[in-house]
């Protein structure tokens, strides 16, 4: 799993999904079609608010396996002082991969990066999803049926090898076509509020 870090998202700077649960709950499915391919997986995780310190806006949280990570809650951290001692913290984290032939392809080759971040409003519990997409366009310049390999040029200039592992979609790539990727990953933190102690 890349790093959560890569996302504008200060508890995700310092913590994953695996780290977090004992047994993450993970989901994931892989699909192809002709001339597409495409994997997604989903981990969700929980952790517990283990102790706050406002000053330095610090929280320390308790993993299901009673282990312990702290970290300092950024700016882009709305609402902190309603983070409580006993708060729930829910993790869902997904990370998706598409390819797509373009027959004859007319774009433009290169990379484009996107991304947002939405934050709790003012009042609410902290929390927030942040998302990110990388999308690359490069030209099919060679293809070698045999070692089931095509290879791509991109914007720099390099050529990288793709290792197909099904002889049917090799057979529909040629030389001149192009590839795009297209590389998505979201995060969403969420709190719960502590159960009251029953009298």
């Given at each position: 799993m890349r790093p959560l870090a890569i996302l504008a998202l200060a508890v995700a700077?310092?913590?994953?999904?695996?780290a977090l649960a004992e047994q993450p709950t993970v989901a994931g499915a892989i699909g192809t079609a002709p001339g597409k391919g495409a994997a997604m997986q989903v981990v969700q995780?929980?952790?517990?608010?283990?102790?706050?310190?406002?000053?330095t806006r610090t929280v320390t949280l308790k993993t299901?396996?009673?282990?312990?990570?702290?970290?300092v809650a950024g700016d882009?951290?709305?609402?902190?002082e309603q983070i409580k001692v006993g708060d729930k913290v829910n993790i869902k984290?997904?990370?998706?991969?598409?390819?797509?032939?373009k027959k004859?392809?007319?774009?433009?080759?290169?990379?484009?990066?996107?991304?947002?971040?939405?934050?709790?409003?003012?009042?609410?519990k902290p929390g927030g999803i942040a998302k990110r997409e990388v999308r690359a366009v490069a030209d099919v310049v060679a293809v070698d049926e045999?070692?089931?390999?095509?290879?791509?040029?991109?914007?720099?200039?390099?050529i990288i090898d793709l290792h197909l592992h099904d002889p049917e979609q090799v057979?529909?790539?040629?030389?001149?076509?192009?590839?795009?990727?297209?590389?998505?990953e979201a995060l969403a933190v969420s709190l719960e509020p502590a159960v009251a102690a029953k009298e």
């Amino acid at each position: 799993m890349r790093p959560l870090a890569i996302l504008a998202l200060a508890v995700a700077a310092a913590l994953s999904p695996v780290a977090l649960a004992e047994q993450p709950t993970v989901a994931g499915a892989i699909g192809t079609a002709p001339g597409k391919g495409a994997a997604m997986q989903v981990v969700q995780a929980t952790a517990t608010v283990e102790s706050v310190d406002p000053a330095t806006r610090t929280v320390t949280l308790k993993t299901p396996r009673g282990e312990t990570k702290t970290f300092v809650a950024g700016d882009e951290v709305r609402n902190f002082e309603q983070i409580k001692v006993g708060d729930k913290v829910n993790i869902k984290y997904l990370e998706a991969f598409t390819i797509e032939l373009k027959k004859d392809g007319k774009d433009v080759v290169g990379r484009t990066e996107g991304g947002s971040l939405e934050r709790a409003a003012p009042g609410e519990k902290p929390g927030g999803i942040a998302k990110r997409e990388v999308r690359a366009v490069a030209d099919v310049v060679a293809v070698d049926e045999q070692k089931m390999i095509v290879s791509v040029k991109n914007d720099k200039g390099e050529i990288i090898d793709l290792h197909l592992h099904d002889p049917e979609q090799v057979k529909l790539v040629k030389k001149g076509d192009q590839v795009e990727a297209t590389y998505t990953e979201a995060l969403a933190v969420s709190l719960e509020p502590a159960v009251a102690a029953k009298e």
